[in-house]
């Protein structure tokens, strides 16, 4: 479970954190520049902040444009996780392994619009494939279905590499569509306003686990 805090009072960010982070593997930080996407968030100033207690796993979600200069800086600074989107890179190989070098885990993300093939050439570089199962920007928007079969593909990618990669799904994750999630390969959920709406969020986070984990493909 990785719980996304884009949809949580930002003004109140370490306090949000901690709200989940005791019951989450990590904490989904959706780093937006208004470029890439339509939204603007937060940058490598803040996630240093957040990164200053070493118990939090960052899981840093980084849509933003020129992402080979600036993905680098945030494995650097001590994300245990850090997704680049492969719409915006120049040098995904190269990323990977920049990413890995500084001691993260390399995450590749797609938009829905776009297909897994580079992703399955990338082969054993990347640790954990993102399917966009909304597209990026907002919070609080409807699951795609149609996504499903891809996270389905997504699956039998990871499962062909030799290392342990992740299939993460993020958009319109929640008690209503985490199943199907699982069923289809997932084994990364990302939840923002499905947690953050609720009224104890760190008790929806178990809730949506133990869904998963029941459905688990
Ligand atoms: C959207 C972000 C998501 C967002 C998900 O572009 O990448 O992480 O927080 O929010 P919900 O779970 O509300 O769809
Ligand atoms: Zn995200």
């Known amino acids: 479970m990785s719980p996304s805090v884009l949809n949580a009072n930002l003004s109140r960010l370490a306090e949000e954190v901690a709200r989940i982070a005791p019951v989450s593997d990590m904490v989904h ?11 603007l968030t937060f940058g490598l100033p803040v996630i240093e902040g957040i990164l200053q207690d070493p118990a939090i796993r960052s899981d840093c979600h980084l849509m933003i444009d020129d992402p080979d200069r600036w993905a680098p800086e945030y494995a650097r600074a001590g994300a245990y996780s850090v997704t680049f989107h492969l719409e915006a890179a120049r040098e995904p190989a190269q990323l990977c392994s920049a990413l890995r070098n500084e001691g993260a885990r390399a995450g590749v993300a797609v938009k829905p619009g776009t297909g897994l093939d580079e992703i399955d050439r990338l082969g054993d570089l990347v640790d954990m494939i993102l399917i966009m199962t909304v597209e990026p920007g907002f919070g609080g928007q409807s699951f795609m279905t149609d996504m ?17 990669v992740w299939v993460q799904v993020d958009g319109g994750v929640g008690p209503q569509t985490i199943e199907q999630c699982a069923e289809a390969g997932a084994n990364v959920f990302v939840a923002g306003s499905a ?12 809730t949506l686990r133990s869904l998963a984990e029941q459905s688990q493909a």
């Open 29 to 39: 930080l959706d780093v937006m520049d208004n470029h890439f996407v339509p939204n």
């Open 195 to 206: 947690v953050f709406k609720a009224d104890d969020p760190a008790a929806m986070v178990q």
């Open 148 to 164: 499903l079969p891809k996270v389905q593909r997504a699956r039998e990618i990871a499962g062909r590499a030799e290392g342990d």
